[in-house]
């Protein structure tokens, strides 16, 4: 499966971007789906996740309450709703697959090594 991951850019703290992450080669239904980022300087970082049939979410501390995560399976595409930006929002963002359809079990959450197909990344600065 490619994954294509598209929408950052430049924003003012407290505004908002929509970020999509497009899948082809194999329905994204299959895979519970990922975003990461990775600031500057910094290690990769998980942001969210959705299970693949879309009854599960989870969100990093950081962003929970101001960033939403949701699939299209019609579509082929999961997306990142991302309000209320914060200047430590700006990383380069990922999309991935996971192995698995779920995004925790048993109190665990997926590892990123457990997430296999990776999209190319889209930038996001937050700044004034």
């Known amino acids: 499966v490619q994954l294509q991951a598209f929408g950052g850019g430049l924003v003012q703290p407290g505004g908002s971007l929509r970020l999509s992450c497009e899948a082809s080669g194999r329905p994204l239904s299959h895979y519970a789906i990922g975003w990461f980022r990775q600031a500057p300087g910094k290690e990769r970082e998980v942001v969210s996740c959705?299970?693949?049939?879309?009854?599960?979410?989870l969100y990093a501390d950081s962003v929970h309450g101001r960033f939403t995560i949701s699939r299209d399976n019609a579509k082929n595409t999961v997306y990142l709703q991302m309000d209320s930006l914060k200047p430590e929002d700006t990383a380069v963002y990922y999309c991935?697959?996971?192995?698995?359809?779920?995004?925790?079990?048993?109190?665990?959450?997926?590892?990123?090594?457990?997430?296999?197909?990776w999209g190319q990344g889209t930038e996001v600065t937050v700044s004034s």
């Open positions: 959705i299970s693949s049939d879309d009854s599960g979410t």
């Open positions: 991935a697959t996971s192995i698995w359809t779920y995004c925790s079990a048993r109190g665990r959450n997926v590892p990123e090594y457990e997430y296999d197909y």
